[in-house]
């Protein structure tokens, strides 16, 4: 690839990744996940009636936690690929070390696969997935879980 090219593909993830850094600022920071939770809710707390604000505002944070975690990721791949650029061996998968298309490189800058390879391993991923996701799933059930335990149903049912 033509060095002119390729130190505009730099610039590109470069300003990328700036706009990536400006966003895991603003979810990791201040008045972000950097705030602990019961600091977030303010006079909240599990045992007084605003259960459901809680909740939501778990389940905020932990949208937010996802988003997070893709952020840093995107943020290293960029990294990565600039590392690749300056070492000159940008544009060779990493997987299978074929070349990748000029043509993909341009529309994704950041990429460190090649089609193939990039398949494969969004077909894996599917398969083994949801890690993030089911540790999601479970803050907002323990949530609810906790809601359950401190209600008297007992009282009520005997
Ligand atoms: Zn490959």
Redesign the pocket.
């Given at each position: 690839m033509k060095k002119q090219r390729l130190e505009r593909l730099y610039e590109a993830l470069e300003a990328e990744k700036q706009e990536l850094l400006g966003v895991e600022e603003r979810l990791a920071g201040p008045g972000g996940l950097g705030v602990p939770m019961d600091e977030a809710t303010g006079e909240l707390s599990i045992y007084d009636n605003h259960f459901a604000d809680y909740a939501s505002e778990l389940y905020e944070r932990s949208k937010d936690l996802g988003i997070l975690e893709n952020t840093r990721q995107q943020i290293a791949e960029i990294e990565e690929a600039q590392n690749a650029i300056a070492e000159g061996n940008y544009g060779y998968?990493h997987?299978?070390g074929?070349m990748i298309p000029e043509s993909r490189l341009m529309a994704l800058p950041r990429t460190l696969?090649?089609v193939?390879?990039k398949r494969e391993q969004e077909d894996r991923d599917e398969h083994q997935r949801p890690v993030e996701e089911d540790d999601v799933f479970f803050a907002g059930e323990d949530a609810w879980g906790v809601g359950r335990d401190i209600l008297p149903n007992e009282e009520f049912s005997q």
């Open positions: 998968c997987n299978c074929q696969l090649c193939q390879c």
